[in-house]
């Protein structure tokens, strides 16, 4: 079965670095996702894009995160400065199409350590 | 703002034991998603709930959406140790070309033996 697939499983950072993290999405997926869950708490949504733009965006998603699809196969999510308070798992979804009849699949996160 | 509020927050029940998890939701939307999260895991999806008056049922979990009542019920049916875990439930609502999930809370289960 297609399945979303992100890497690395794990990232170690030191405040201020950047990271990106990456989503390889299911092949005819159109519609991507990045949520975060800090530990502990719930998953919260970041962003969503679509047609190679940011479609929306939530209070997280501030100047500090990017998201870019490459090469029509990765997904990424860019933080340029990590905070500690960036430390979370981060999981990427991708959807087939047309929202009323298709469902958000998830990856297995990227748990990100920022010491 | 959307609101996804789910109860209770923590569940401790035995082993063999009957129960509920209620997830209330604030916006109109008919899409609803069930999923369990062991400790440090990723989500794995139960139930996806496409309609009012759906309900799905997959081993001692059953699942309903009542879209009037803005009311989606997880019914765990004699409950075993290996049901424990945290569950979520995640409202999916579509603004223009995009949409996304709003997750609730979050229902930490223990069963006990």
């Known amino acids: 079965e297609p399945e979303v697939t992100q890497t690395p499983s794990h990232q170690v950072t030191q405040m201020g670095q950047e990271v990106i993290l990456r989503c390889v999405p299911i092949?005819?997926?159109?519609?991507f996702y990045w949520y975060r869950q800090i530990l502990g708490q719930k998953v919260e949504f970041l962003v969503s894009?679509?047609?190679?733009?940011?479609?929306?965006k939530s209070e997280i998603f501030d100047d500090q995160f990017s998201v870019e699809r490459p090469d029509g196969s990765n997904f990424t999510l860019k933080i340029r400065s990590t905070k500690l308070e960036d430390s979370a798992m981060y999981f990427c979804?991708?959807?087939?199409?047309?929202?009323?009849?298709?469902?958000?699949?998830f990856g297995a996160g990227t748990r990100l350590s920022v010491l | 703002e959307l609101k996804v509020e789910q109860n209770p927050l923590f569940l401790s029940m035995q082993e063999g034991k009957n129960y509920t998890i209620y997830c209330n939701y604030s916006t109109t939307s008919d899409r609803l998603y069930w999923y369990r999260q062991d400790p440090g895991k990723s989500l794995e999806s139960l139930f996806v709930?496409?309609?009012?008056?759906a309900v799905k049922q997959e081993g001692r979990l059953m699942a309903s959406l009542d879209t009037k009542a803005r009311l989606s019920t997880l019914h765990i049916t004699a409950a075993v140790h290996d049901l424990s875990a945290t569950y979520f439930c995640a409202v999916d609502t579509e603004t223009g070309t995009a949409s996304k999930l709003t997750f609730g809370t979050g229902t930490r289960l223990q069963v006990t033996l």
């Open positions: 979804a991708s959807r087939e199409g047309e929202v009323a009849k298709n469902i958000q699949y």
């Open positions: 709930l496409l309609s009012n008056g």
């Open positions: 092949s005819n997926h159109l519609y």
């Open positions: 894009f679509y047609n190679n733009e940011i479609s929306e």
